[in-house]
């Protein structure tokens, strides 16, 4: 059952449709990948699951009612995102930006429990912040910052969990820890959706992908058959081999159009 559902849904900003008529499913225990070019909507889907941006037309449904009809507290129990990039204007330490994930079950000015306490400390804990947890988060690395703000969205215990390009800022180890535990994740009943970059870590790590391209999901469904190397080549204008590494791992090759013509 797809728990997070979305149907012809568009939106518009200054005259211009960002997301047009796209249908995706972000179904329980499954981890969908977005991808596509800069600019292809990626970014803009997200917010939409979540209600940052309202739809211009068409509906987003959570449990098969439409998002809109949800109180924001409803929805920040339910749905978390981390974005892309998201500046901090006051001096607030490690632990006290994770602990602001327990607000749409405490409220702003509620008490943490012991309980509350002990999910903010294993949400750091899997996402490697302990270490961090009284310092500054606005002196903080990109990469650091990156997953102090994915130790807050765990701290919810949200059961939808999107992800915007969460490991741009990462280097490789903390990178790959990440792509693990949105496996993880998934394993224990979560519905996740994270846009990327890297069609690699897509193939290894999504059940499903959708590809957009131009604001519009162009093709959706298992990744193992979407991520074909004519569709990639379709859609980015490179020439992509799928290939097979040692351990088993498959991922891609890619050369220019121009390159290789």
């Not at 998201?86 to 607030?92: D, V």
């Not at 302990?130 to 997953?147: F, I, T």
């Not at 490991?167 to 959706?193: F, I, Y």
Request: proline share 3%.
């Amino acid at each position: 059952m797809s728990f997070l559902q979305t149907a012809d849904v568009g939106v518009m900003k200054e005259g211009r449709w960002l997301i047009q008529g796209a249908n995706l499913a972000v179904n329980e225990g499954e981890v969908t990948a977005l991808v596509g070019p800069n600019g292809s909507g990626k970014s803009t889907l997200l917010k939409l699951l979540c209600r940052l941006w309202r739809p211009t037309e068409g509906t987003v449904a959570l449990d098969g009612k439409d998002l809109q009809t949800y109180s924001a507290r409803e929805i920040a129990k339910r749905i978390t995102i981390v974005q892309q990039s998201l500046t901090l204007r006051y001096s607030f330490t490690v632990l006290e930006v994770v602990s602001m994930g327990r607000y749409p079950h405490t409220g702003r000015i509620g008490r943490l429990s012991e309980m509350d306490l002990q999910i903010v400390e294993s949400a750091m804990e899997k996402a490697d912040v302990l270490p961090l947890a009284d310092r500054h988060a606005n002196r903080l690395s990109g990469g650091e910052l990156q997953r102090v703000l994915l130790a807050r969205c765990l701290a919810t215990e949200a059961s939808i969990i999107l992800l915007d390009e969460p490991t741009s800022n990462l280097d490789l180890s903390h990178a790959l820890d990440v792509l693990h535990l949105c496996r993880e994740l998934a394993h224990e009943g979560k519905s996740v959706a994270i846009a990327l970059h890297d069609l690699s870590s897509a193939l290894r790590f999504a059940d499903q992908v959708a590809v957009l391209s131009s604001g519009r999901v162009i093709d959706s469904g298992p990744t193992d058959a979407v991520l074909s190397p004519e569709k990639i080549q379709s859609v980015f204008s490179v020439r992509a081999e799928r290939v097979r590494a040692s351990t088993g791992q498959e991922g891609f090759l890619f050369d220019r159009d121009k390159d290789l013509s």
